[in-house]
């Protein structure tokens, strides 16, 4: 007790009454200078102390030198209001799921036996072609570990009249299971109608598991999924059983897939979340989106992608946590070749960023990309201005309209970086573009979550169908044609005209991209 009741009278002794060097003296001047009388001082030191352990991490992963430098400046000069940021924002690995996606290929893990077994059932589907796109969709398939298959059916569904009777009727239909991601659910007419859907189907018996992102279903009320699990509806947030500080820390990473698998023998990806808007009854008005609708060796890659969401969310390691799920492949007569694309801050390699980097490096004509939020990287950006001057038709397709702000004056800045090198960009003008789809020629065509802009390429949770058939390309290239007829080409006139302020507004929101 005496040495304790010494160290704390510290402070009431005056410095020079201890004996020069003697181990009081020192620790108290050391003490002074760390955490000085005066409080404010005190939260002043220790925030700069913490800005500088943060330098560390920001100098040795931060992807750019751009980059490198802000945090650097930022957090020497800002420690109170950058530290925060940095732990939040700066972040770019999921290093829990990486762990868990390392288990699933570990032979000695307890994912080693179902591995086995989707290794199996896929191989007689798998496919190796030396062509162009065959070469673009095996690089692809390396990075995410899953075969390239044949022997799948792919439908397009233009827009949510086409989209949910399909997907209502799946699931209405369904006999076994059935899966669903949502980025974002609300709850209103559309939500309702989908939750009384899928209570009526636990009650036969369905098993049912559902997740949500905790950050685009902010205002789903506890009301809802507590309906949903009376009646026996599995329904989990992405990060929700995790604690409070790994969930702040985790904030900037989002879960924006949107998929329903119903019984292993179908399934459905696209743009479209749960809600009014959707249908084109929200203050954008009309919604044009499109999903696609899977069968085939398709589907259970796309199972493979939620299994490893659902065990993150539950905190599991094995294949045990879904054992209802069927993996067994029916071919389907159309054999379109496909490949899954999922893709995160889990990934080692950045999977949607090579895929778009693929395409653009191997377009011999047309490179037509359409996507509702268009702030590419340097990377993306360097490989579509080198297919331009190869001649290939580049056209961006974008909305007119935006829902949300930051995006659409960032976009405008790069009409500068596009029309010098003949790419073409259009805006959409009857209603709000929101689909994301890519045509690579007449070979590739890609449907699914992913957008061109910093969080779809770094920072969500994302799922893509990588398609190789010449009738969906044609089908996806009438459907692009109908939106340019409807959309109005745009140049760097446009841009030029515009007031002084308004381009100060756009570049300051550019700097911004890295968190839009």
């Known amino acids: 007790m005496r040495h304790f009741s010494t160290i704390s009278s510290l402070k009431s002794q005056p410095f020079h009454r201890f004996p020069p060097f003697s181990p009081l003296r020192i620790f108290s001047g050391f003490r002074s200078m760390i955490i000085p009388e005066e409080p404010y001082l005190g939260f002043a030191a220790l925030c700069h102390i913490a800005g500088a352990f943060c330098l560390i991490p920001a100098l040795l992963h931060t992807r750019t030198p751009q980059g490198t430098i802000a945090w650097l400046i930022s957090l020497l000069a800002f420690p109170y209001i950058a530290v925060p ?30 591995t086995d077994k989707i290794t199996n059932c896929m191989t007689p589907y798998a496919v190796q072609a030396a062509d162009a796109p065959g070469k673009i969709m095996h690089t692809l398939s390396d990075i995410v570990r899953l075969p390239v298959c044949r022997g799948n059916s792919c439908r397009l569904l233009i827009d ?22 949502f980025f974002i659910i609300k709850n209103d007419s559309v939500g309702q109608n989908l939750k009384d859907l899928l209570i009526e189907r636990a009650r036969a018996g369905i098993r049912i598991y559902m997740l949500y992102d905790e950050i685009g279903s902010h205002k789903l009320p506890p009301g809802y999924i507590s309906a949903l699990r009376k009646e026996g509806v599995n329904i989990e947030p992405f990060n929700g059983k995790r604690h409070f500080l790994s969930n702040i820390l985790r904030l900037n990473f989002r879960n924006h897939r949107k998929l329903v698998v119903v019984d292993g023998a179908t399934a459905f990806i696209g743009g479209m979340n749960i809600g009014r808007e959707y249908l084109g009854k929200g203050s954008l008005g009309y919604w044009r989106d499109t999903f696609v609708q899977l069968e085939g060796p ?12 659902w065990n993150w969310a539950m905190l599991k390691s094995g294949p045990s946590s879904l054992p209802c799920l069927c993996w067994e492949i029916t071919p389907q007569r159309e054999d379109e070749t496909v490949l899954m694309l999922p893709s995160g801050p889990a990934d080692v390699i950045p999977a949607w960023k090579t895929a778009i980097i693929a395409l653009a490096n191997r377009a011999r004509e047309r490179l037509w990309i359409a996507t509702p939020y268009f702030v590419p990287d340097e990377g993306v950006m360097a490989a579509l201005q080198a297919a331009a001057l190869r001649n290939v038709d580049v056209r961006i397709l974008r909305p007119e309209r935006a829902d949300h702000i930051l995006v659409k004056l960032s976009s405008f800045t790069f009409l500068r970086d596009l029309d010098t090198y003949g790419i073409q960009v259009w805006a959409y003008q009857k209603g709000f573009l929101h689909q994301k ?47 340019f007829a409807s ?22 929101a550019r700097l911004m991209a890295p968190v839009q």
């Open 437 to 483: 789809v890519i045509l690579m020629d007449d070979d590739i065509a890609t449907v699914g979550t992913a957008n061109l802009d910093n969080r779809s390429l770094a920072l969500n949770f994302e799922i893509t169908a990588v398609i190789h058939s010449p009738a969906v390309c044609a089908e996806v290239k009438e459907m692009l044609e109908k939106d």
């Open 160 to 181: 949510a009249d086409h989209a949910f009777p399909r997907i209502y009727d799946a699931i209405m239909n369904a006999e076994h299971y059935i899966l669903i991601e």
């Open 85 to 114: 940021f940095y732990l939040i924002l700066g972040r770019r690995r999921f290093s829990g799921y990486v762990e868990t996606r390392r288990k699933q290929t570990d032979p000695e893990s307890s994912w080693g036996e179902l």
């Open 487 to 508: 959309s109005k080409k745009e140049s760097l006139e446009d841009y030029n005209n515009k007031s002084l302020g308004f381009k100060m507004l756009c570049n300051l």
């Open 298 to 309: 398709s589907v259970q890659q796309t199972q493979i992608s939620f299994l490893e969401d």
